[in-house]
Antibody, heavy 114, light 112 residues
Framework: EEQLVESGGGLVQPGGSLRLSCAAS????????MSWVRQDPGRGLEWVAN????????SYMDSVKGRFTISRDNAKNSMYLQMDSLRVEDTAVYYC???????WGQGTLVTVSS | DVVMTQSPLSLPVTLGQPASISCRSS???????????FNWFQQRPGQSPRRLIY???NRESGVPDRFSGSGSGTDFTLKISRVEAEDVGVYYC?????????FGQGTKVEIK
């Protein structure tokens, strides 16, 4: 069974940092483009970052460029999202997903608040 | 960014009756090579989104055949031939042709 499991979310103050992890199983992770997607009740679903199979190509939505970094370790079937200079508006559930939307993880909540 | 506009945003349906959701993109989603990266997702209450339809009209494995997708260019439709209780949730369209990929606002399907 294809599975993605996120971890690393939590409460952080504005300006702080968090690192999200995504563990993949049940499919050839190293062959797939992978992404981070976030969901907030106010802004809906937003595609945050995207990365090719070997990690050499990365794309980010404008509001996180220069603050977030997507990376992967194919030997560990894992993907990461380093989030720096966090803002209140980054508060959301963060999902990892294959880059065209299947599979998805269960999500991890990031709350940025003082 | 490509704007995806869904209608209606709320869809009360009688069990066993058909339902239809439309999605329009602000620019063509056709991609060189003929692929058109347009997908439909279902999000049941308390769950993650789940892809139902990919590349306009292809059902995911395990998705009931009462779900069908169609469309081209900028106009797309998701149809449910006979709504069942398990179909309650929010449905999103999504384009994966132009970065950043973008979603529609969501259509909430509920039983009358």
């Amino acid at each position: 069974e294809e599975q993605l499991v996120e971890s690393g979310g939590g409460l952080v103050q504005p300006g702080g940092s968090l690192r999200l992890s995504c563990a993949a199983s049940g499919f050839p992770f190293s062959m797939y483009w992978m992404s981070w997607v976030r969901q907030d009740p106010g802004r809906g679903l937003e595609w945050v970052a995207n990365m090719n199979p070997d990690g050499s190509q990365k794309s980010y939505m404008d509001s996180v460029k220069g603050r977030f970094t997507i990376s992967r370790d194919n030997a560990k079937n894992s993907m990461y999202l380093q989030m720096d200079s966090l803002r209140v508006e980054d508060t959301a559930v963060y999902y990892c997903a294959e880059s065209q939307g299947s599979p998805w993880g269960q999500g991890t909540l990031v709350t940025v608040s003082s | 960014d490509v704007v995806m506009t869904q209608s209606p945003l709320s869809l009360p349906v009688t069990l066993g009756q058909p339902a239809s959701i439309s999605c329009r993109s602000s620019q063509s989603l056709a991609y060189s090579g003929g692929n058109l990266y347009f997908n439909w997702f279902q999000q049941r209450p308390g769950q993650s989104p789940r892809r139902l339809i990919y590349k306009v009209s292809n059902r995911e494995s395990g998705v009931p055949d009462r779900f069908s997708g169609s469309g081209s260019g900028t106009d797309f439709t998701l149809k449910i031939s006979r709504v069942e209780a398990e179909d309650v949730g929010v449905y999103y369209c999504m384009q994966g042709t132009h970065w950043p990929w973008t979603f529609g606002q969501g259509t909430k399907v509920e039983i009358k």
